[in-house]
């Protein structure tokens, strides 16, 4: 008996300590005590409070079996589980039938309607990852419940926009029969001029890995890895946050980006990505630009120290913006990456690693604590 109170005190204790710092790649208890199920996340500062939604991973499959979890704080390391935000649906043949795939939940506010407006990678029960959609789902307060509106491809009938008339002219000439054959020269130069694109332009571009970005003007855009993988999307959504507009861009075609999360400093557009090895690990790539339309340019990624080239055993899910308490305090920007764990799923750990600016680049280095206060 004496054992277990003093087993029960000491848990409470080592709760407590923990609770002061970010321990990256440790289970990281909520305020009930159970590891945060929270993965390719994302999170969402309203008033005081921030909110972290996330996919909910079980023991034993990375199917969607419960659906979309949210998690609040006010000091970014002490969590409370607000339960299950957006709820797979028991009706069968629903676009979020539970065993679907919901994968990088993103929410922003929408201050003109008042609405928190959740985007997320859907893939359809039993289909694996063919279906390629996006899910959009909307909530009158921040931890939901949400409600699912509707899932499909992206931009069907749209060309992205930088494809003026001679570029379109050239999307005339490509036959996708004469490209059979992956990353040859020549199929190279076929996708960077749009020859998935075009495959897809009646059904709508495919649409994975994504992540969500507010600009300080208030417009919203979807970043969501495309073609196959092979290029990244970037595409403005409407006033509403919950439809595109059909203006859209791509990112280094054929370069193979997942896991895109974006941040601006000091007027510089940063988005960092990984390469496409599933599960495992590999090294984080990073982009900037001077415009959220580009043109992006291709930098070293911003990762640093022991186990860097394989982004510390992570891949990238969203950069956090921490505000300063007044205009003139810059603001601190936290790296948050998924370390997944295929065959137990729900014991995925998480990276939060502060990103610092050397010689205007962000970089990231490994550190196995982190103190925000
Ligand atoms: C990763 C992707 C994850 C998940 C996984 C499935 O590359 O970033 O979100 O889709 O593949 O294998």
């Given at each position: 008996m004496k054992l277990t109170l003093f087993t029960a005190l000491f848990a409470l204790i080592a709760l407590a300590t923990s609770a002061q710092t970010i321990r990256s790649g440790e289970i990281w208890p909520d305020t009930?005590?159970?590891?945060?199920?929270?993965?390719g996340g994302g999170i969402l500062r309203h008033g005081d409070t921030y909110y972290w939604f996330g996919e909910h991973k079980s023991d034993h499959t990375s199917?969607?079996?419960v659906g979309v979890t949210c998690y609040a704080s006010t000091d970014l390391t002490t969590w409370r589980n607000c339960g299950v935000a957006l709820a797979v649906s028991d009706?069968?043949?629903?676009?979020?039938?539970?065993?679907c795939i919901i994968e990088r939940p993103k929410v922003i506010y929408n201050p003109q309607t008042g609405k928190f407006c959740m985007w997320f990678h859907l893939e359809l029960k039993g289909q694996g990852y063919n279906a390629a959609r996006f899910g959009v789902a909307v909530a009158?307060?921040?931890?939901?419940p949400y409600r699912f509106l509707y899932s499909q491809r992206a931009n069907a009938g749209r060309w992205p926009m930088e494809f003026d008339a001679e570029a379109l002219a050239i999307t005339d000439t490509l036959?996708?029969?004469?490209?059979?054959?992956?990353?040859t020269p020549a199929w190279h130069r076929a996708i960077g001029q749009g020859l998935f694109v075009k495959r897809d332009f009646e059904g709508g571009q495919m649409s994975r890995d994504m992540t969500l970005y507010v600009d300080d003007d208030g417009r919203a855009y979807h970043i969501f890895s495309s073609e196959d993988n092979l290029t990244l999307h970037i595409a403005e959504l409407a006033d509403d946050f919950l439809?595109?507009?059909?203006r859209y861009t791509r990112v280094a075609?054929?370069?193979?980006?997942?896991?895109p999360a974006l941040f601006k400093h000091d007027g510089t557009y940063w988005m960092i990505t990984s390469g496409c090895t599933g599960w495992e690990p590999n090294e984080a790539r990073m982009f900037s630009a001077?415009?959220?339309?580009?043109?992006w340019t291709q930098h070293e990624s911003p990762c640093i120290g022991p186990n860097a080239n394989k982004t510390f055993g992570g891949q990238s899910t969203f950069v956090l913006e921490i505000k300063g308490?007044?205009?003139a305090d810059e603001p601190r920007f936290i790296f948050m990456a998924d370390i997944w764990?295929?065959?137990?799923?729900?014991?995925a750990r998480y990276i939060w690693l502060p990103i610092e600016f050397e010689a205007g680049k962000p970089v990231v280095k490994w550190r196995g604590g982190l103190t925000l206060q």
């Open positions: 009930d005590g159970r590891h945060i199920n929270a993965h199917n969607a079996l009706s069968a043949g629903s676009d979020i039938e539970r065993g009158d307060a921040p931890e939901g036959d996708i029969a004469h490209f059979q054959q992956w990353w439809h595109h507009t059909g075609p054929a370069g193979h980006n997942e896991a001077p415009s959220i339309w580009g043109p308490e007044t205009d764990r295929p065959r137990h799923p729900s014991d």
